[in-house]
């Protein structure tokens, strides 16, 4: 059974960071490019960044360029977002999904919440 | 990265058909074939229900469909149910090698 576990959500101060996790199971991950999407309390879901699957392109939305790094280890079946100078509107619950073709998502994790707030 | 345009809201009664429409542009919808849709239920993530603008995943219901015309994509369902209740969303893919989504439709079955 294919799982997405996201951790590391937390509240945060403006400006601090934090760094989530999302531990694949149940396919070989290392065979799939992955992304991170989040959807804001009451808001639609925005796409964040993605990754290929030996980690080697990155891509990522301009409201996060420069601030956020996706990455991942293959050997541990793990993506990563490392998220810098956070904002409050970076405030959301925060999902990990596998890409299935062209940028379709076709398993996604519970999500984990992160609070920027002061 | 502008999103996608979806109405707000639709509405249907049980039985009939409705679509969601989700426009963008020559750099997104009209120029990819990968769009997709999804099902959210609130509190719940997303559900994959069409894929590469036509695509259903195995287990979604063949009343769901997907279809691209220009720089607009739509998803119909017909036979609605009460468990359609949701919201939706469409994405593509985009020539900056990114995604985008569209704000979401609330569909309400009367």
């Known amino acids: 059974e294919v799982q997405l576990v996201e951790s590391g959500g937390d509240l945060v101060q403006p400006g601090g960071s934090l760094r989530l996790s999302c531990a694949a199971s149940?396919?070989?991950?290392?065979?799939?490019?992955m992304h991170w999407v989040r959807q804001a309390p009451g808001k639609g879901l925005v796409w964040v960044s993605r990754?290929?699957?030996?980690?080697?392109?990155?891509s990522y939305a301009d409201s996060v360029k420069g601030r956020f790094t996706i990455s991942r280890d293959n050997a541990k079946n793990t993506l990563y977002l490392q998220m810098n100078s956070l904002r409050a509107e970076d405030t959301a619950v925060y999902y990990c999904?596998?890409?299935?073709?062209?940028?379709?998502?076709?398993?996604w994790g519970q999500g984990t919440l992160v609070t920027v707030s002061s | 990265q502008s999103a996608l345009t979806q109405p707000a809201s639709v509405s249907g009664s049980p039985g009939q058909s409705i679509t969601i429409s989700c426009t963008g542009s020559?750099?997104?919808?009209?120029?990819?074939?990968?769009v997709s849709w999804y099902q959210q239920h609130p509190g719940k993530a997303p559900k994959l229900m069409i894929y590469?603008?036509?695509n259903r995943p195995s287990g979604v219901s063949n009343r769901f469909s997907g279809s691209k015309s220009g720089n607009t994509a739509s998803l119909t369902i017909s036979g609605l149910q009460a468990e359609d209740e949701s919201d939706y969303y469409c994405?593509?893919?985009?020539?900056?090698?990114?995604?985008?989504f569209g704000g979401g439709t609330k569909l309400t079955v009367l």
């Open positions: 999904a596998r890409d299935l073709s062209g940028g379709a998502g076709d398993y």
């Open positions: 149940g396919f070989t991950f290392s065979s799939y490019w």
């Open positions: 990754i290929n699957s030996d980690g080697s392109s990155t």
């Open positions: 994405s593509s893919y985009t020539s900056s090698s990114t995604l985008v």
């Open positions: 590469d603008v036509s």
């Open positions: 020559s750099s997104d919808v009209g120029g990819y074939n990968h």
